[in-house]
């Protein structure tokens, strides 16, 4: 089993910056692959970004590329997502996600979650 928390969400203004983390424990971290996904009311959840277990590799949604960053440090079990420019349509809860599939977009192929952590972006 690994248990994750998220932290870091918050009000914030349209153009402005966020930084969530996401601490594991349980499982050995390392071993996983790891991933920010998020939903809005009404919506479905959906990938916002990923890295590998190395951080060797990322992978972004398109709506994301360029404004956030994923990093995560295994030897203090966190993940990280620095979110910049945030738009209004960044509104929404963001889930940390643990899994054995590499970066995967599909929420579907994560075996573990966090509790989610709210992020509002106002114009």
């Known amino acids: 089993q690994v248990q994750l928390v998220e932290s870091g969400g918050g009000l914030v203004q349209a153009g402005g910056s966020l930084r969530l983390s996401c601490a594991a424990s349980?499982?050995?971290?390392?071993?996983?692959?790891m991933a920010w996904l998020r939903q809005a009311p009404g919506e479905d959840r959906e990938f916002v970004a990923g890295?590998?277990?190395?951080?060797?590799?990322?992978r972004y949604a398109d709506s994301v590329k360029g404004r956030f960053t994923i990093s995560r440090d295994n030897a203090k079990n966190t993940m990280y997502l620095q979110m910049n420019s945030l738009k209004p349509e960044d509104t929404a809860v963001y889930y940390c996600a643990a899994g054995s599939i590499s970066m995967s977009a599909r929420p579907g192929n994560y075996d573990y979650w966090g509790q989610g952590t709210q992020v509002t972006v106002s114009s």
């Open positions: 349980g499982r050995t971290f390392s071993g996983y692959s």
């Open positions: 890295i590998s277990w190395s951080s060797m590799y990322t």
